[in-house]
């Protein structure tokens, strides 16, 4: 399905929440359900409900603020932030909180 305002671009908002969800799967080393548990969580439900609300909808000046010691937290902002990319959009989350920078010990992986 594709969705867009007078203002947005067409986005297929299936194809886009498809990819973040493989992206931040991988990142994050979670699975798929683990991520829409996190998602159920939250006051969007799901990935493109936020895809809707935030990228092509009327809330496009918005960005999360995230605790990222909060394991949901921290996947909203890594699917805000991958959203944001997939959709070339500048806008990333605000990320606070205890944050693990990517090493080789751990992989190369940040905790958010």
Do not use: H
């Amino acid at each position: 399905m594709t969705t867009s305002t007078p203002d947005a671009p067409a986005i297929d908002k299936e194809a886009v929440a498809s990819g973040v969800l493989e992206t931040v799967a991988y990142r994050m080393q979670l699975t798929p359900i683990q991520i829409k548990r996190a998602f159920i969580l939250s006051s969007w439900v799901t990935i493109e409900e936020m895809i809707e609300r935030e990228f092509a909808g009327a809330y496009r000046g918005y960005f999360p603020k995230c605790s990222m010691d909060l394991r949901a937290e921290a996947v909203i902002a890594e699917v805000f932030d991958q959203l944001a990319i997939a959709l070339d959009d500048p806008r990333r989350a605000m990320r606070v909180g205890e944050w693990t920078p990517p090493t080789p010990s751990n992989g190369g992986r940040s905790n958010g």
